[in-house]
């Protein structure tokens, strides 16, 4: 463990995420031709965009359990295939139904990229644990500062359709290539899992990880869809509002190296609890926004409370329940989410629509947002107890 080999994995898992959050985390560049040429509200658009969390997240406890058992390779093969079928999928539609079963496809595809290849890297790793997986993950937020400009620019050049369309197959190709070449952790560790989904629903630790976490996804993905449009709305170009989220991309890519160092000092939990704060907090600026730069700081913070978050939660998971299970205890955790990342967008469409401006769907998600904090900065310390 801890060999050259297991940072061959984490390059190329780095390379994986990086595509395939890249390619879908773009969405807020196509929103807009794509609600002119198919001819669908803000609601429906959050809609479009929400079925991928949810799918990706719903389907992380099957994953999750396939890559304890089998390893990344195959589910990174099969994703990438999905996800190019998903993006050819929404560039053909012609109504809001083909939109969004496209993108459900997308979140298909994904599913069998994240936690397979999160959970190989930690099983991979035992001192380096927490570092290699944040460094792995930081391909996502990679992806994010480059997949929206890149998509403006290519929208801009040969329209939204063609756009997402040669995504797919670039994201296709490169995808079947890192499950050609990916490293795998040895599968006689991988098969001696010892928590279970009935043993996790009994510990009153988890229950309260997943009711946080499905008040956390309410929010989580609201701004992917919204904070391009509300900037442009306050005068923005349509690059200079893509590049928002290219900003939530860049913080949170810092964000996975600095937790991970913090980490290292005060522990994996504490800094767990620190970026969920920090979440709390970005979305309490975006309640006051009202021009360009105030987006831009939300986006800063909430780039770097998303990012130290998503690095440091299989390495906390890990420090529970054991990297024998990561895979397994991980994709269950995520599908808290689901749900909430489901609702999210399409219910601060919804606020949007009937309230005329954005103020209602800022306060209403900085309260969720506070409530999903709370049940986890109270975590204790400790590792648990296998169950019986």
């Not at 560049?29 to 794509?34: E, G, I, L, N, Y």
Request: aromatic content about 10%; glycine content about 14%.
């Amino acid at each position: 463990m801890d060999s050259r080999t297991g940072w061959w994995a984490v390059g190329i898992t780095f390379v994986a995420l990086g595509v395939a959050f890249g390619f879908s985390y773009n969405f807020g560049s196509v929103v807009a031709p794509m609600r002119e040429s198919i001819g669908i509200s803000a609601s429906q658009a959050g809609w479009i965009f929400s079925v991928f969390p949810f799918t990706f997240l719903v389907l992380s406890g099957v994953t999750g359990r396939l890559a304890d058992r089998w390893g990344p390779r195959h589910m990174l093969a099969a994703g990438g295939l999905v996800f190019a079928g998903g993006l050819a999928l929404t560039a053909a539609a012609g109504d809001a139904a083909t939109a969004v079963a496209g993108y459900l496809a997308v979140g298909v595809g994904v599913s069998c990229v994240y936690v397979p290849t999160v959970a190989n890297v930690g099983a991979l790793f035992v001192r380096h644990r927490v570092q290699a997986i944040g460094i792995a993950v930081t391909g996502i937020g990679a992806g994010t500062i480059l997949g929206p400009i890149v998509t403006a620019a290519l929208v801009d050049a040969i329209g939204w359709r063609r756009t997402e369309t040669w995504l797919g197959v670039a994201g296709a190709v490169v995808l079947l290539a890192c499950a050609a070449v990916m490293p795998v952790a040895p599968r006689g560790r991988r098969l001696t899992a010892t928590w279970t989904l009935r043993g996790l629903v009994r510990e009153p630790m988890f229950r309260l990880l997943y009711g946080s976490g499905f008040a956390t996804g309410l929010v989580l993905y609201v701004p992917f869809v919204f904070v391009a449009p509300m900037a442009e709305q306050a005068g923005a170009t349509p690059v200079q509002a893509a590049a928002l989220i290219s900003v939530i991309g860049f913080a949170s890519t810092a964000a996975r190296v600095l937790f991970g160092l913090v980490a290292g000092r005060v522990g994996v939990v504490a800094a767990y609890k620190a970026t969920i704060i920090t979440i709390s907090a970005a979305f309490l600026i975006w309640v006051p926004s009202r021009s360009y730069w105030v987006l831009l700081v939300f986006a800063l913070v909430f780039g770097t409370g998303y990012g130290g978050n998503i690095a440091l939660m299989p390495a906390m998971l890990g420090h529970y329940y054991g990297a024998e299970s990561l895979g397994t205890v991980t994709g269950i955790v995520f599908t808290s989410a689901s749900v909430g990342s489901l609702l999210g967008p399409p219910l601060a469409g919804l606020l949007l629509g009937v309230s005329g401006g954005y103020l209602l769907p800022a306060v209403v998600t900085a309260a969720v947002a506070a409530l999903g904090a709370v049940g986890q900065v109270f975590l204790p310390p400790t590792t648990r107890t296998l169950p019986r």
